[in-house]
């Protein structure tokens, strides 16, 4: 096999997601292919040895591109019997099994809610490891209490695990060193624990469980690891670059979206300027604030923000101002699963405003997509001189891949504010060749108006309750947006097949690598990274299909919104609300029952 899937599980004080990351550096160092999810308890720190205080990292190293990270494990590494609980459904026949035997007591295994040992009668390859003492032994000397020695625990695994993907040290060594360069003893400590756990299978004499893959024969160049929250600040930084003008991003900590937050906070001196506001609303009129103002805007938030960012959302449409909304989708309703991924908030993106109220909608559909997603959201914004919302999932916000960096310098682009000329008097509503107004700065001379959330009449933009003039407006504002679909790229024109699939956002990934791996020929897929509106030629494609399948992470929402623009009678959908990405193994077991029917029915088969 050309992959490997490793999940790295244990209580959430056990440095679980630093050892991620770093194994991950190490991958991409190497040259592999790397993609990474993380799954994390909602709770700041459950009770330590249950299973609601999990926390995982799973990671899955390729020599060659993919797009997913992974559906079973090949290696997993368990801190304690609460962590193997967590992570075992998805363990096979040949998943070799890693655990800490000094946390494998029966007083860890009664907090686990086991009554005898799971791994007993276990006949896959373990390998049981007296992890906490090796680490205590390993760093005795160097730090003063077992307890400070214990919290390297992660770094002896890692280093096994570097060994048995034959990699090398160096790249966490030097992460370490300057990571921790004012708290030498602290280095000393974790390097030690490293180095033993490296030189470990060599003396456990285990290179016959060695997965070691070659390079990825990848186009030369430079490549970032990256989040998609890291992906979408660093859209920021490249944002201010392209049009050569600061970016304001307000937010609120709410999780998964707080990182965008963090990302972007250390990059002021890029002209990314970020405001934590009081609450959500405060955070999305602020942003829209500063679009007013003339500043590029944005605002990130999540599901419960996203309900309250909406009045300021409708202020942005009526008073036609450039904003950028990021939502970044978790499980709910109400706080729901923080930690967990969804994709339930698309008909609120669509329709969840008071009166006609359109607004775009964009989708990434990777991890390293959302940069270039923020992109097409600033410049739509500006072009309709609206806001456009970007729906990202906690899965791509969280997981990371590999972005091939662009040696091309940013093509500089200009703000499409209103050039006053001296003793000219503009109309502040009235239109381009695309339908928006001008993007006037408050304090220019001869561009007075007024701005607010009451009907604007058209052109001279004063309160009107004119009932022709609303819907005249209402007409206009609609007409904008669909004029954006005329620049997007035509979907990949196929010839006729029997299926296609539609996904968006992180189901997409699972979806492309099934393709490759079944190699089905009556089958296509439309990666839909517009939802509002959709590509102009669309349903020109789609309707050459004998069969639509939708495949998401709601209960057939964006089936029901396809519903709505045809008569096509075979959009179905296949729905999974369970808190995880699609699962490659259950969806074929669904789609193979599917085709085994003799009729089909132009409703949902869930």
Request: charged residues 20%; proline residues 6%.
């Amino acid at each position: 096999m050309d992959f490997s899937v490793v999940m790295i599980a244990g209580d959430s004080g056990d440095g679980v997601q630093l050892a991620g990351h770093q194994l991950t550096f190490a991958h991409a160092n190497f040259g592999h292919v790397v993609q990474t999810a993380t799954d994390f308890p909602a709770e700041i720190r459950a009770p330590a040895g249950t299973r609601h205080g999990v926390s995982g990292f799973q990671l899955c190293f390729s020599s060659r591109p993919m797009s997913t990270v992974g559906e079973y494990f090949d290696c997993i590494i368990v801190f304690n019997p609460a962590a193997y609980a967590v992570v075992q459904a998805k363990c096979t026949p040949d998943t070799l099994i890693i655990y800490d035997q000094d946390k494998w007591t029966s007083k860890d295994l009664t907090k686990a809610g086991y009554q005898n040992d799971p791994l007993l009668n276990d006949h896959r390859t373990k390998i049981p490891l007296p992890l906490t003492k090796l680490t205590i032994d390993a760093c005795a000397s160097l730090v003063t209490t077992h307890t400070q020695a214990k919290k390297n625990r992660n770094m002896t695994a890692l280093g096994l695990v570097l060994w048995l993907h034959g990699l090398t040290l160096e790249p966490a060594e030097q992460w370490l060193t300057q990571r921790f360069s004012k708290k030498p003893k602290l280095i000393d400590a974790s390097l030690a624990c490293l180095q033993a756990g490296f030189h470990l299978g060599e003396t456990l004499e285990l290179s016959v469980l060695q997965k070691i893959l070659p390079k990825a024969n990848l186009p030369t160049g430079q490549y970032i690891q990256l989040t998609g929250n890291q992906a979408i600040a660093l859209g920021c930084i490249q944002a201010a670059e392209r049009w050569q003008h600061p970016v304001v991003l307000a937010g609120y900590p709410i999780t998964p979206a707080s990182d965008i937050l963090h990302y972007a906070q250390s990059w002021e001196d890029c002209h990314v300027h970020t405001v934590q506001a009081e609450d959500e609303i405060a955070a999305a009129g602020i942003a829209l604030g500063a679009s007013y103002a003339g500043s590029l805007a944005v605002t990130c938030t999540s599901g419960p923000g996203f309900d309250l960012k909406s009045e300021m959302i409708g202020l942005g449409v009526m008073a036609e101002l450039p904003l950028v909304i990021i939502n970044v989708q978790r499980a709910g309703p109400s706080t729901g699963m923080p930690t967990k991924t969804e994709q339930a908030d698309l008909l609120a993106a669509l329709y969840g405003r008071h009166g006609e109220c359109p607004v775009p909608v964009l989708a990434p559909c990777s991890s390293g997509d959302c940069l270039d997603i923020l992109t097409l959201a600033f410049r739509w914004a500006m072009k309709a001189m609206t806001p456009v919302i970007i729906l990202s999932d906690a899965t791509l916000a969280q997981g990371s891949c590999q972005i091939a960096l662009d040696d091309q310098k940013i093509i500089h682009e200009v703000l499409p504010y209103y050039e006053h000329q001296e003793g000219e008097i503009i109309a502040p509503y009235a239109r381009n060749q695309h339908g928006a107004r001008p993007w006037i700065i408050p304090g220019t001379s001869g561009a007075a108006h007024r701005i607010g959330g009451l009907e604007k009449q058209h052109r001279t933009g004063d309160i009107s309750y004119d009932p022709d003039n609303h819907q005249f407006m209402n007409e206009l504002r609609r007409a904008k947006l669909e004029h954006l679909a005329i620049e997007l790229p035509e979907p990949l024109a196929v010839k006729k097949k029997r299926f296609i699939f539609i996904t968006y956002g992180c189901p997409c990934g699972p979806v492309e690598e099934m393709l490759f791996q079944e190699k089905w020929d009556d089958i296509t897929q439309i990666k839909l990274r517009t939802i509002y509106p959709l590509p102009s030629n669309f349903w020109n494609i789609v309707t050459d299909y004998d069969v639509v399948i939708t495949i998401e992470l709601a209960q057939e929402q964006l089936a029901r919104y396809l519903r709505s623009f045809s008569q096509h009678p075979r959009i179905l959908s296949y729905s999974q609300t369970n808190g995880y990405n699609i699962n490659i193994k259950q969806f074929i077991a669904w789609f193979n029952a599917l085709k085994e029917e003799d009729a089909y029915v132009g409703s949902s088969i869930c």
